[in-house]
């Protein structure tokens, strides 16, 4: 007589079944994976990039700096030419990378979501500024509207592999700037708890806006304590100039305690060189002139490096948004950004690819997994950009998603010690069954080492015939679907949207 009756074998093996068929219980491979394995560019690089960058400071110079930035500069130690430009002397440029917030916490309203900025870790974001919506219906593109960017607000807040969320789309169907900046900043803090990022129009848009970050963050000057935005900001237009609104705004953003997203977004051929160390130079140098805007105003103020290199296709003058000179080029910003110890910022998975097809996969997975590997702490557009960053799509958002724990995945690389060399289990097996499947390791490593995709189909092609050959387009619509109809989240409580309504008198849509 047995131990166990037969029925509680099957069921035992059909646990193990149902084991084996379902996902791991926990993430083997979670944002935050670390970056650096992959280096464009070597030592002597680096050195040469660095010193070209502090030479165009010292020699030329920035161009069209406000009063009150000049006089800023000129008191921490700048210079100026007899054509007004503003230089810095390379010993004034090293006392700011000094100085600067080398890491810092990224908050996200709920605390548990929190990230930390900075050394090796890397985190896929969001960004772009995209001005058509890939209609999840109809497949065709359309002008973004409000609505669509409280729901894709919404849609990444489920998405385990985005870490942070910038608005995506603007609302064209909002033409006045202060409703849109009041609308968008709205939007982001009603859908997630994740940390979120904006952009203001003009500086004083920012202390009306605050007012409403501090009624979700629980009172008067609670958000400044714990800032859970962050501003995107382009103080800096290339080739070697400020931008006037652009500094105001960063002084605002500076006196209310926002973090700062200091934006170089150059252009290889029109706006920077076409040689890509000579981009890298400039691009560098104009972001160090973010840095030393904030050394002079606010010092060690907590700011993401973010020079992007952007590529434009020289036979037509179009923005390029995948590539493998894009993919290179941010992955050296990134190692460019590491080398000095600065938080880094770079752009990937701007596909110029219109729908969700061969070229999105492809552009995608080059430039954001090359930005992962060189170790870019923030990876902006790196989730549901289409179309040259033109367009965003909900079914790119959630393909992405699945994207972007692949890439973690690859960049936790393999852990190699006595245990999962195996010898043991090796010798036992061959001994034993002939086979590792169902064995103890193999369950193990099952939950510990693999990430199984969701969306990608690995069924057999007769399988794959008889379930209405699917593609990744269509599961990724429904899975977005699906999203969109069950999560609807309540972050904010009625009373904070009351306050909030009557705040802007209305303006909240």
Known sequence: MTNAPPR???????????????????????????????????EVDLTAIYRTALRLLNELGMGEVPRRLRDDFLAIGAGETPQGRITFPPALVEDAIAGAARRFVLHGRDAARSIEVGGDRVYFGTGGAAVQTLDIDSGVYRPSTLVDLHDFTRLQDVLTNVSWFTRCCIATDV???FDLDVNTAFALIKNTTKPVATAFTLPEHVAPIVQMFDLAAGGEGAF?????????????????RFGADAVDVTYACLAHNIPLSCITAAQSGATAPATLA????????????????VHAVKPGHPMVFSNWPLVIDLRTG?????????????????????WLGLPSGVAAAMTDAKAIDAQYGVEKALTSLAAALAGGNLIYESSGMTASLL?????GFVLDDEMHAATYRALRGIEVTEDSLGFDAICRTVLGEGHFLGGADTLAAMERDYVYPVLADRSDPRSWQDNGAPDAWGRSRDKAKAILAAHHPEYLTQEQETAMRALFGGRIR
């Open 224 to 240: 400044a304590r714990r800032p859970f935005v962050k501003a995107h900001i382009s103080p800096v237009i290339s080739p070697m």
């Open 318 to 338: 179009a923005f390029a948004g995948g590539g493998g000179e894009i993919a290179v080029l941010n992955a050296a910003s990134a190692q460019l950004s590491n």
């Open 175 to 177: 033409p006045d700037p």
């Open 8 to 42: 509680a074998k099957r069921s035992g093996r059909q646990e193990r079944r149902a084991l084996r068929a379902g996902p791991p219980r926990l993430n083997p491979a979670p944002p935050g994976q670390i970056g650096g394995q992959y280096k464009p560019l070597s």
């Open 391 to 395: 367009g965003a799509s909900f079914e």
């Open 278 to 293: 000579g981009f890298l130079a400039q691009s560098l140098a104009e972001t160090l002139a973010s840095l030393m805007m």
